[in-house]
T-cell receptor
Framework: GAGVSQTPSNKVTEKGKYVELRCDPI?????LYWYRQSLGQGPEFLIY????????DSGLPNDRFFAVRPEGSVSTLKIQRTERGDSAVYLCASSRGDQETQYFGPGTRLLVL | AQKITQTQPGMFVQEKEAVTLDCTYD???????LFWYKQPSSGEMIFLIYQGSYDEQNATEGRYSLNFQKARKSANLVISASQLGDSAMYFCAMRETYSSASKIIFGSGTRLSIRP
């Protein structure tokens, strides 16, 4: 079956702009996660959804970052007033339920100029 | 706080040889899960193998096995008969079962290069 998909695959923006990153999880997966991976490092947790609600948003770095999952499927990560330090690969993962193995998408490479 | 340590930033291995990638972890929880993921140059994180803290047997998946030594808090990945396609970054990761919900903590990774 289809895996996790993420769009766009690459995004170049200017400092101060607003961006949206989209994640389409594996069909039937109720749990969805966002991670951020900086160059040369492992992914870092941002936020976790169970259904439509954010069950854990402790990894969001500040209030410029926000994520939604209004219908319990597709999720959008929103970054306001982007900064150069936001440049990274943003990875989305999904799992059948809480505590199940997480399967990752290909990521969105964000570059803030 | 939970932590994953991978002490080998890079490794070179001859094709067809076995290779062990080191991983140690730190947690105060009794119940947790350990994972290994592969990240090729394309960027996608590929799930390889999982070990639960209460599993008595070491996990195996094809050419991958996890050498789980609970007392030493180590979860090394062993790849048998390495292939050129095994060249990638490898991340060890941990999830505590009862605290911190479902988030996974990753190590810094090991870059594995297979020589023909």
């Amino acid at each position: 079956g289809a895996g996790v998909s993420q769009t766009p695959s690459n995004k170049v923006t200017e400092k101060g702009k607003y961006v949206e990153l989209r994640c389409d999880p594996i069909s039937g997966h109720t749990a969805l996660y966002w991670y951020r991976q900086s160059l040369g490092q492992g992914p870092e947790f941002l936020i976790y959804f169970q259904g439509t609600g954010a069950a854990d948003d402790s990894g969001l770095p500040n209030d410029r970052f926000f994520a939604v999952r209004p219908e319990g499927s597709v999720s959008t990560l929103k970054i306001q007033r982007t900064e150069r330090g936001d440049s990274a690969v943003y990875l989305c993962a999904s799992s059948r339920g809480d505590q199940e193995t997480q399967y990752f998408g290909p990521g969105t490479r964000l570059l803030v100029l | 706080a939970q932590k994953i340590t991978q002490t080998q930033p890079g490794m070179f291995v001859q094709e067809k040889e076995a290779v062990t990638l080191d991983c140690t972890y730190d947690t105060s929880d009794q119940s947790y899960g350990l994972f290994w993921y592969k990240q090729p140059s394309s960027g996608e994180m590929i799930f390889l193998i999982y070990q639960g803290s209460y599993d008595e047997q070491n996990a195996t998946e094809g050419r991958y096995s996890l050498n789980f030594q609970k007392a030493r808090k180590s979860a090394n990945l062993v790849i048998s008969a390495s292939q050129l396609g095994d060249s990638a970054m490898y991340f060890c990761a941990m999830r505590e079962t009862y605290s911190s919900a479902s988030k996974i903590i990753f190590g810094s990774g090991t870059r594995l290069s297979i020589r023909p």
